[in-house]
């Protein structure tokens, strides 16, 4: 509208003129060629194509427990159905345990150095000092009928070769025997292991890995047959698991599926009490107390009984044995789906587990599903364990162990219910929306570690703000930049991992869902992609485009720098000029004032520090007809000007100085010491990336600006965004705790 711009553009004059040249960086621009091209796999709305397949494994697995020398041993027939449009020749298969194997590369390829003192498990690790005989050692490798296949072994790797290559739509069934030696995960690390408890004499063993697997076939790398170094985690397609699991006769087994022969492995009273937890919705059911633990803590027999569990549709299978379980579970209502929200721990993880371990499973099921898609699996399994935090489908293993005397601190609880809400978490991202973990550590980390933020801020309100908040990421922004790596690199070429993948995506989550979209279009938004590629395998391109997709709003330029730079967050509050009117209504061109064009020189405005000059006087003058032309609606000046009288004009500059595109938050505090907040679009940005002036009329006197008052951006540097700046940032931050 042109007669509008010819008034603005009086007052803008000034601040046009001041502008320094604009450093753009098209920051703006669309990602393009920085995506995959669309095609009928994969669509340009971030869904799946009309063509998308995957590829699909069954296993039917049978594996024995050695308690003796703590080993497994077993035997599967894996079912491969080639849904690609391609032939296959080969099949590559992973085995994760070589990780351990003696020939490992994990080793070989970690860095060390010497220090003035080392402990010895530190340089037990570095040197491999450790005897260990670690890593699959396979029987047999078969075809359906019993005939050894050829293959070969790379790492952790196996490629089979095919006597017929696998055609589109076939499928291929082969056997595979195999035995390793549980790694002592205290020692060793490892996602798996074993844990030995020298008072009872007694081990946990939680185990992972254990069995040979199909790598993930897709549209976009072919075969991930990326190796397994150990940080990077799993890609696996989808299949149904039938696992018969024997242990000693006395030990208590908690896996991925439902367990199918209950009557043959519990007692008639927990088979009752189990039965009793299905339809407990309000406290969890104990089903092998404490004292029946402890008891067979002693018995130690030896006899062996066989576990059948079965799973469908899982990318992967899990469990956990020992005679020192007390097991626990309730149900949980979500949609139409009542599954089970269980937890295995010994009577070290009490009193802290019975009382929090099964509830935070639940918490876990019914936030995720809100944010995602109802969770469809009939239950989830929390494992008590020494000290990691690790996910499979319906089953993962949590730290947390109170004190001997039974005490413990709130960083104890808070910890055990933060990796327990995040590894149940993980159900949905990555066990569900089942993104590549080998190259996308994100994807499931990182959005997991979100919905985990969220789950908490809404469940444990006095839990103390893990990952995922704006302001927990200021240490990290201002670190060493040497160090730091873009969202889209490998998990494995990352030096920061936990800081990156995890937090800065988390963070980037929340800002994105908090600041820049608001919380209802971005929960539609981001609903949509967890509908989407449910039981699919999405890749970064798609969570992309869907989350644009599904809400108009256009964020290639927010994936581009959170995703793809390392720039910062740091926005200043360069200036606030305040203006007042030089004419009135009373005489509306200012004839009785000295009105000469761009008086406002330099000198003008503000003295740069604070609001003590009082304000500079500025002109609106009317609109001459010359300037609408054609045109017959004219403002009305007298109106316009009577509007601006009585107002305090303040025209505000705030530079990027980080590199990211933030919207730009202003609170403005008033003499009378009301505040208003003012929330401006990122766009603003897109004409001048690096600075930008806006004006604004307001009713009262401002004495105080501040960017970003409620610190919702990272913006790693406070102090230049208040004008007047605060010469002491720890009063300032004190009196604004008191106003908010
Ligand atoms: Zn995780």
């Known amino acids: 509208m042109k007669y509008l711009f010819s008034l603005v553009l009086v007052i803008f004059a000034t601040a046009a003129r001041a502008q320094e040249p604009a450093q753009w960086k098209g920051k703006f621009e669309q990602l393009e060629q920085m995506l995959p091209t669309p095609n009928e796999y994969r669509t340009g709305s971030g869904a799946p194509g009309p063509k998308y397949w995957q590829q699909q494994a069954d296993y039917d697995i049978k594996v024995e427990l050695n308690d003796d020398n703590q080993s497994i041993t077993g035997s599967e027939t894996i079912t491969y159905h080639n849904n690609s449009p391609d032939v296959l020749k080969y099949l590559w298969v ?44 396979l029987k047999s490798v078969t075809d359906a009928s019993g005939k050894p296949l050829k293959y070969f072994i790379n790492a952790t790797m196996m490629r089979v070769d095919l006597p017929q290559p696998l055609k589109s739509k076939e499928k291929v069934s082969f056997n595979v025997e195999w035995s390793f030696n549980i790694v002592d995960r205290n020692l060793l690390g490892g996602r798996s292991g074993v844990e030995y408890f020298p008072e009872d004499k007694n081990y946990i063993y939680t185990v992972a890995q254990f069995f040979p697997r199909m790598c993930v076939y897709d549209d976009v790398v072919g075969w991930q047959n990326k190796q397994f170094l150990g940080r990077s985690e799993f890609t696996v397609p989808f299949g149904d698991y039938k696992v018969r699991i024997t242990v000693p006769a006395d030990h208590m087994v908690g896996a991925t599926g439902m367990i199918q022969n209950p009557t043959e492995v519990l007692t008639q009273t927990e088979l009752q009490r189990f039965e009793q937890a299905k339809k407990s919705f309000d406290k969890p059911v104990i089903i092998r107390t404490q004292a029946e633990a402890v008891a067979k803590e002693q018995s130690k027999v030896r006899e062996k009984k066989t576990w059948e569990f079965a799973a469908t549709n899982v990318r992967d299978f899990a469990f956990a044995t020992s005679r020192k379980f007390i097991w626990d ?8 789906n009542t599954p089970l929200a269980m937890s295995y721990y010994p009577k070290e993880g009490n009193p802290l587990w019975e009382k929090e371990s099964t509830i935070a499973v639940k918490n876990t099921l019914e936030v995720y599903s809100k944010f995602t898609i109802d969770y469809p699996y009939p239950q989830a399994t929390s494992v008590h364990t020494a000290s990691i935090g690790m996910e499979y489908p319906m089953i993962c293993f949590n730290f947390g162990r109170p004190d001997k005397n039974g005490t413990y601190p709130d960083r104890t609880k808070w910890g055990m219910i933060g990796v327990i809400v995040h590894e149940v978490g993980h159900n949905f991202f990555p066990m569900i929306i089942n993104n590549d973990e080998r190259e996308s550590t994100w994807m499931d980390e990182g959005i997991n570690s979100f919905v985990q933020y969220l789950t908490e801020r809404e469940r444990y309100k006095d839990k103390p703000v893990g990952r995922g908040s704006a302001s927990g990421l200021v240490d990290y922004m201002k670190g060493d930049p040497s160090t730091k790596r873009p969202l889209m690199t490998s998990g494995e070429n990352v030096v920061q991992i936990g ?19 608001g919380p209802e279009l971005f929960d539609r938004a981001f609903k949509e992609y967890a509908q989407r590629w449910a039981f699919k395998h999405p890749k970064p391109s798609d969570f992309f485009r869907t989350l644009e997709d599904a809400s108009a709003v256009d964020l290639d330029w927010y994936w581009r720098g959170w995703f793809y730079t390392t720039d910062n967050l740091s926005v200043s509050l360069d200036d606030v000029k305040w203006f007042r009117l030089r004419n009135t209504t009373a005489d509306p061109e200012g004839k009785n004032k000295q009105v000469t064009k761009g008086d406002l020189g330099p000198k003008s405005g503000s003295n ?19 300037l609408y032309q054609e045109f017959q609606n004219k403002v009305d000046d007298k109106a316009i000007i009577g ?42 940005w897109r004409l001048n990336e690096s600075k930008v002036t806006k004006v604004f009329a307001k009713d009262k006197e401002v004495v105080n600006v501040v960017i970003d008052p409620k610190k919702e951006t990272s913006d790693i540097e406070e102090a230049d965004n208040a004008f007047p700046r605060v010469q002491q940032p720890s009063k300032f931050d004190e009196m604004r705790k008191k106003t908010n």
């Open 329 to 336: 579970a309730m149900a949980v209502k979500i949609g139409t």
């Open 499 to 517: 800081s990156e993948q995890y937090g800065k995506a988390a963070t980037a989550l929340n800002i994105l869902r908090e600041t820049v979209m």
């Open 608 to 626: 740069g520090k604070d609001f003590s000059g009082g304000p500079q006087y500025f002109s609106v003058i009317t609109t001459d007809d010359r």
């Open 643 to 684: 509007k601006l009288e009585n107002k305090n004009i303040y025209e505000i500059t705030v530079s990027n100085k980080g590199g990211l595109i933030m919207p730009v938050i202003i609170e403005w505090t008033y003499k009378d010491g009301t505040k208003e907040i003012e929330r401006l679009p990122a766009e603003i």
């Open 94 to 137: 992973q085995l994760d345990q070589n990780l351990f194997a003696k020939d490992s590369n994990t080793p070989r390829t970690a860095t060390s150095n010497v220090v003035d003192s080392v402990t010895t498990k530190t340089i037990a690790g570095q040197l491999s000092l450790i005897d260990f005989d670690g890593g699959f050692k």
